[in-house]
């Protein structure tokens, strides 16, 4: 189920991103890490014969979502939260900075949450294990609110 769900929202937001980037005005592929740009790199040129220049191409033009995994999106969000917080995907950014701040950390906690389970969502009886998974269906629960209103 929760395997399901993350996978359906990293579609979701491959989707949107990549027209969202294109609207950031100040979006610069130098803002983004290199295990991020290896990494997609690496997934470009898998089955495609794609030269070093088209792939720099398409990092320079935003046009990589495709082969962007969840936390690779999820560091495009940190450094560019307007690409999600955009009134299209999630609610719109407060005008308010404080706010808007506040709004961005809770989301990099949520967002967390949802990678952690990424990454340990082998189930065991540990209780750390059940509690992470509790906090994992409750951020999944915040997402779609802030995707309802």
């Known amino acids: ?65 495709n082969f962007a995994r ?5 560091e495009v969000f940190t450094i560019y939260p307007e690409t999600l917080f955009d009134g299209q995907f999630f609610i719109k950014l407060p005008s308010d900075k404080n706010l808007s701040r506040e709004l961005i950390q809770d989301s990099k906690m949520v967002f967390n949450d949802i990678l952690w389970w990424e990454k340990n969502g082998i189930p065991n009886t540990s209780i750390i294990w059940k509690g992470r998974s509790r906090r994992v269906i409750g951020s999944l629960e915040i997402l779609r609110g802030w995707r309802k209103q």
Do not use: P, V, W
């Open 70 to 74: 969840l936390k690779e999106l999820y």
């Open 1 to 65: 189920y929760l395997r399901d769900e993350i996978e359906n929202l990293t579609q979701e937001i491959q989707l949107h991103m990549r027209n969202s980037i294109k609207k950031i005005s100040n979006y610069n592929s130098d803002d983004l890490s290199e295990k991020l740009k290896s990494e997609i790199f690496e997934r470009m040129q898998h089955g495609e014969l794609i030269d070093e220049n088209n792939m720099k191409e398409a990092l320079d033009k935003g046009e990589f979502m």
